[in-house]
């Protein structure tokens, strides 16, 4: 796929901000430019805000681990934030022809352990592009 030139230019700042680890930066790159393409700007608002509540959760379960009943509740919150990421990507990608709807599908949306592990790394991508916009 080929981005535009402002997508780039966010993904280079995205780089600069995280010391160089963005974890999915093509895949954030193209769902970018997927999103600006539909000039969707609630949709591309959902999914950043999304991505970093799920990063946070993700991060908070994990410091906590052992504390059950603080982690059950946690858990569920962020199966329901993973959802709806995943809801959020499937509106994204729907009408792409390309390669890019049926890796996002394998990758993204599937019902896997993996899925949910590349879910929880695109989503510290977005809380970085979340913490650039301030």
Do not use: P
């Amino acid at each position: 796929m080929t981005f535009s030139e402002d997508i780039l230019n966010i993904i280079e700042a995205l780089n600069e901000k995280s010391g160089g680890k963005l974890r999915k930066e093509n895949d954030l790159a193209i769902l970018l430019e997927l999103v600006s393409e539909k000039l969707d700007h609630d949709l591309l608002n959902r999914i950043i805000f999304t991505g970093k509540s799920l990063w946070k959760l993700s991060e908070t379960i994990r410091r906590a681990r052992g504390a059950t009943d603080a982690t059950d509740n946690l858990e569920k919150e962020l199966m329901r934030h993973i959802e709806d990421l995943r809801t959020y990507i499937f509106d994204a990608i729907k009408d792409n022809q390309n390669n890019s709807k049926s890796r996002f599908t394998v990758t993204y949306l599937e019902t896997t352990q993996g899925c949910i592990r590349n879910l929880i790394d695109l989503s510290h991508d977005l809380a970085v592009l979340k913490d650039l916009q301030g």
